[in-house]
């Protein structure tokens, strides 16, 4: 609903009786009944809308209304808005930090994500200031409202005339940018004369006490607020000005002229940062307030100072002194901004509501990131992550201590291993003990005591004959904690029991662990070992930690980086794919090199991993570079076989940190002589500027995709929603390629399949043809059919990382193909719509046809073909009662004879397959468009939604399969 202006109150009456409040003015008395057409006056206090002035609330309806949009959260429009004005490489960065891929969530939930993110680091004392706002160089460089704005700014005065802001007052509209510059150059002039002049004095001392204790009254409330504080004679003296003006004198009119009067352009950073509020509302750059404390960011901090502000000692109940306290370390900037946008109330003076708002405004956000396909999430499901997440960070600050309390911590569930941490927690607490934690750096304070400490940590290591590294320093130093033994065998089951708990939260990151639970896991009731492989499984599969998305952002870092020449981006990309198949082979290649006593560096991973591709023999590894000689593998003992995994999750952790900036630093020969742990190590510790601009330089990349793709076009829009296709960017990009060239998905795919499966495309795609044909009969099969082509994509998206010379741009393309085959499904499942392939004179194609049911047994189906060798086909069939009328357009004259010539050809194939009755029409239609299937101008036929018409489902299937063995007869 329309939110109204807010209502004048304590009007000075000089005439009336009961209830009627009246004002002053020049020309008259304002009844203050009368509704107010002009613009809403909201800001002019900071009280919610549906609240008076002693918190009662007066609307109930508007109240219901708004509670229910903010549990729905804003409209898609609303948030799309959002996201192409506010995005920036900074909220994708934090996103894929997340584990969430921005590319791939649709925009409630990119908004969502960032206001949960910022609400995160502000909790953790972050600086959020710069996330989602302008710089001056980005503002300067842009075009279109953001620019027209800031140029309205430069037209304007240092200060506003009277008369100026006399227009304002009585319009009641609010400081922005644009009622300030429509002010400015629009206020009429309205001089006053001699006699009005004395009218106003004596009106003034006619008033007397009534004005005076109005006066007294905005006094006392400005010397809180404003910047400088009239006094008595000069807020007289206002009134006297707006009487002139001929602006009604109300408590409200006079506070807001006393505050235009003190009006002062702002700086050009002040402007950005107005600019940048009032676009995080969802609203226009010229909407921007241009005087302090109006803009609902202003409104949060003002309303986030007062409740900071509260001293708990002060409150008379335990209660309230329970609930401030909760609330001050739960509110944030953010949190109350977020609430006031989606139009919740923020009342500081009743704390339960506010601690009840601020708890359900972090589930709401919760909820909207724990949304399953199709489903809401539950509230048991939220509190779950919550808890998870939790318990977590718990086991992380733990003492290092608590890995000597598991003789098997993998066995161990995550319940019991954060019993037992917060335990150790709690007795170096009460020992008053500083500790190393188990999921943080050694802390610098506690750097020098440690290694005074441990001063002989490494003459251990030599005399075990372990190599000196942090993962068995810390070993020996946890051993030595809990006064355990300290062997060759414990150091190195330890240091497999702290990288394994290492490896595990690494996995778990907040995409991670909602994926686990939205799968119908506990993470809580699994074991350690389960936990990491669940955890590794799902990072790999899904979001911006897949495999896929990993590779595809080494590529592009390696391709566009300056300093890295050709031969080190093979060299680098090399070493990624190495340790890509020593992790998809569970470590197999490590496992030979210990069984035959050969040190487990890069270089000899390289050469284990070639050797593995000549099946049938055993082969053995010297010590000379690159040599290869028979090898006999033989078991290995339990320590080796913990050493085996404990550098396979170590090549992993490798895989996770490196980046071409990083190798270019440490230099391509050194990495090969690097075991997986030291290299893992390097790349955790390097810092690069390089690295760090490439970090920049990436997520502005996607945030440029992000943003190109929610600009799309209406038609886009309304196939999406048409087929219930998530508004993602992925799925927005993937529609538009359809629509731009439906050919091209199936070029990509099955080129790229036969090259990897060494085939001739040609035989790929009759075999993929057949599989529609034989499937042509109810929509489940067609279903499938299509489910099969999704898995062909991401099969040959998984290969790629494997394959040599892959460029970003094949990265990209192929990419794009795995989201047209999701929304290829969609179609499929949710309408009826399927894409079939088919070569014809060698040129690869995309067949479209769709099924629209009607009431009985009536129906429609429209198949659709362009290829350079026909042009474009497109046939409808209206079937009717076991009778059906069958129109082709074609493109090209010659096409549509050639349909002609085999008419009887055409309709003999027809009735066989379905034994009805044709009729056939071929007529040859210039702009004739193959997208015309997925926006179908149906006019009258009325559409019937089910589908457990088998009659119906039989004949129309029959007719499209029918069809199918007709264009297969004439062109394949």
Not at 126 to 136: E, F, N, Q, V
Request: charged share 25%; hydrophobic share 40%; proline share 2%.
């Amino acid at each position: 609903m329309q939110i109204e202006g807010l209502k004048v109150k304590d009007y000075i009456k000089t005439e009336g009786t009961g209830d009627q409040l009246l004002a002053v003015g020049t020309s008259g008395i304002k009844d203050d009944n009368k509704a107010n057409n002009n613009k809403e006056l909201r800001a002019l206090s900071v009280d919610n809308a549906f609240y008076d002035n002693k918190g009662k609330m007066i609307d109930e309806e508007f109240v219901k209304d708004m509670n229910e949009a903010s549990a729905l959260g804003m409209s898609t429009v609303n948030a799309v808005k959002n996201v192409e004005r506010t995005w920036d490489e900074e909220a994708t960065a934090k996103t894929r930090e997340d584990g969430h891929d921005p590319m791939d969530m649709e925009p409630e939930t990119l908004v969502t994500v960032v206001d949960e993110i910022k609400m995160n680091l502000a909790k953790a004392g972050a600086d959020i200031s710069k996330m989602g706002g302008l710089s001056k160089a980005e503002i300067e460089a842009m075009s279109g409202s953001i620019s027209q704005a800031v140029e309205m700014t430069n037209g304007l005065g240092d200060t506003l005339p009277v008369e100026a802001q006399a227009y304002l007052v009585k319009n009641e509209l609010e400081p922005t940018i644009t009622n300030i510059y429509n002010a400015t150059y629009s206020a009429p002039a309205n001089p006053v004369a001699e006699e009005t002049e004395e009218d106003i004095i004596g009106l003034l001392e006619k008033l007397g006490d009534k004005l005076d204790s109005l006066i007294e009254e905005i006094e006392s409330e400005q010397s809180e607020s404003a910047q400088r504080p009239m006094s008595p004679a000069e807020l007289k003296e206002m009134v006297a000005t707006m009487m002139k003006q001929d602006v009604p004198v109300t408590k409200e009119h006079l506070e807001y002229m006393a505050q235009l009067s003190e009006y002062e352009k702002p700086e050009e950073a002040n402007i950005v940062n107005a600019i940048s509020d009032i676009i995080a509302e969802g609203k226009e750059p010229q909407d921007a307030y241009l005087i302090p404390g109006y803009s609902l960011m202003d409104q949060a901090k003002k309303t986030f100072a007062e409740v900071m502000g509260m001293d708990v000692n002060q409150l008379p109940t335990i209660t309230a002194q329970r609930q401030l306290t909760e609330i001050q370390l739960t509110m944030t900037v953010e949190a109350t901004f977020t609430m006031m946008k989606n139009g919740i109330s923020v009342n500081t003076n009743d704390l339960s509501d506010l601690l009840d708002k601020l708890k359900l405004q972090e589930t709401n956000l919760l909820q909207i990131l724990m949304k399953a396909e199709n489903k809401e999430a539950t509230n048991s499901n939220v509190n779950l992550f919550k808890e998870v997440m939790n318990n977590m960070a718990e086991i992380q600050s733990a003492p290092a201590a608590v890995f000597g309390r598991f003789s098997n911590i993998g066995m161990e569930t995550f319940s019991y291993v954060h019993q037992v941490s917060v335990s150790v927690t709690a007795e170096y607490s009460r020992m008053e003990m500083t500790y190393e934690a188990v999921g943080t750096e050694v802390r610098a304070d506690l750097g020098d005591n440690i290694n005074k400490a441990f001063r002989n940590v490494d003459d251990i290591l030599d005399d075990l004959n372990i190599e000196v590294s942090e993962a068995s320093q810390k070993a020996v130093r946890v051993l030595a904690y809990n006064e355990m033994e300290i062997t060759t065998e414990s150091v190195t089951s330890m240091k497999a029991s702290t990288e394994l708990v290492a490896r595990t939260f690494k996995s778990m990151t907040p995409a991670v662990v909602a994926e686990m639970i939205k799968r119908g896991n506990n993470p809580l009731d699994m074991t350690m070992n389960e936990l990491k492989e669940i955890a590794e499984n799902i990072k790999a599969e899904t979001g911006s930690t897949s495999d896929e998305e990993g590779f595809a952002k080494f590529l592009w870092k390696a391709q566009h980086s300056g300093d890295i020449t050709e031969e080190e981006r093979d060299a680098f990309v090399g070493v990624y794919r190495l340790l890509h198949q020593v992790e998809k082979s569970d470590g197999a290649a490590i496992g030979a090199l210990i069984s035959q006593g050969t040190e487990v560096t890069l270089r000899n991973l390289m050469t284990a991993v070639r050797s593995s591709k000549h099946t049938g023999r055993d082969y053995e590894i010297n010590d000379k570079f690159g040599s290869l000689d028979e090898m006999v593998v033989k078991d290995l003992s339990i320590t080796e076989q913990i050493e085996k995994v404990f550098l396979t999750n170590r090549c992993r952790d490798a895989k996770e940190a490196m980046t071409p900036a990083k190798m270019h630093q440490v230099g391509q020969e050194e990495i090969l002589d690097m075991n997986p742990d030291e290299f893992a190590t390097t790349m955790e510790q390097t810092t690069s500027e390089a690295e760090a601009q490439a970090e920049v330089q990436y997520n502005e990349y996607i945030t440029s995709q992000l943003k190109q793709a929610m600009s799309s076009s209406a038609n886009v829009e309304n196939i999406l929603q048409q087929f219930n296709i998530p508004n993602s960017a992925n799925m927005i990009s993937a529609v538009q390629a359809l629509m731009q060239d439906s050919n091209t998905v199936i070029k990509d795919l099955y080129g790229r399949a036969a090259k990897q499966q060494d085939m001739d495309i040609q035989d790929l795609i009759d075999l993929a043809y057949q599989r529609f044909s034989d499937a042509c009969h109810t929509p489940e099969e067609m279903a499938e059919a299509e489910e099969a082509l999704g898995t062909l994509a991401e099969n040959v998206m998984k290969k790629m990382i494997e394959m040599e010379d892959v460029r970003t741009i094949d990265m990209d393309s192929m990419k794009l193909v795995v989201q047209q085959s999701k929304a290829i499904r969609e179609m499929a499942n949710s309408g009826e719509t399927y894409h079939i392939p088919i070569m014809v004179a060698d040129e690869a194609g995309n067949m479209n046809l769709r099924i629209v049911r009607g009431s009985g047994e009536s129906g429609l189906i429209k198949m659709a073909l362009y290829l350079q060798s026909t042009g474009t086909i497109s046939t409808t069939f209206r079937y009717e009662a076991g009778e059906v009328k069958a129109n082709v357009e074609c493109e090209s004259a010659q096409t549509r004879e050639m349909f002609a010539t085999q008419a009887p050809m055409i309709a003999n194939t027809m009735q066989q397959e379905t034994g009805f009755s044709f009729s056939f029409s071929f007529t040859r239609v210039e702009g004739v468009s193959v997208t015309d299937v997925y926006n179908w101008q149906l006019g009258n036929f009325q559409v019937e939604e089910k589908r457990d018409n088998e009659i119906q489902t039989e004949a129309l299937y029959g007719i499209a399969r029918g069809y199918i063995k007709v264009m297969s007869e004439m062109f394949m």
